[in-house]
């Protein structure tokens, strides 16, 4: 089963070597280390747990990083749709505003509407509005069910 996961757009501290961001952005591996390490990707970790956050397909609607945390970008319906055909996914979790405003036009301009066979789960993003314990509960335990649904 196939997951892809996307949050709206990566954040830097200024003075990064544009090495690690493009390795950041080539790298599933890579990714998931550095994503473990933000508040946000503790968030996921924890979770998830690590099995399940290893299986994930980690990615941005934007891949354009930001130089603060606060940094949001419009999503980027090319690099959505791109990864969507690169992994071809059976899930998608969609983490914020951006990722699901990025999904909702791909569904209704895109070709990739007329080939939509995922299942798509939604949720705040991790570090909005207070707990992100609260917030990661009902998709955790939603994706859990669907994938004992999928096995039996």
């Keep these: 089963m196939k997951i892809v996961a996307f949050l709206q757009n990566p954040w830097f501290r200024p003075g990064t070597d544009q090495r690690l961001i493009d390795l950041y952005r080539t790298n599933q591996e890579f990714h998931r280390r550095v994503l473990r390490l933000s508040a946000t990707g503790k968030a996921l970790y924890n979770a998830f747990g690590p099995k399940l956050y290893s299986e994930i397909h980690w990615d941005n609607a934007n891949p354009r990083s930001g130089s603060t945390r606060d940094t949001k970008y419009p999503p980027d319906m090319v690099h959505m749709e791109n990864v969507i055909v690169a992994q071809n996914p059976d899930v998608l979790l969609l983490f914020g505003r951006q990722a699901q405003d990025g999904i909702d036009r791909i569904l209704h301009e895109s070709f990739l509407k007329y080939t939509f066979g995922y299942v798509v789960f939604r949720a705040p993003h991790p570090m909005a509005r207070g707990s992100a ?3 990661l509960e ?10 004992a649904q999928k096995k039996c």
């Design 138 to 147: 009902q998709i955790v335990r939603d994706l859990r069910s669907f994938l």
């Design 133 to 135: 314990v609260r917030h």
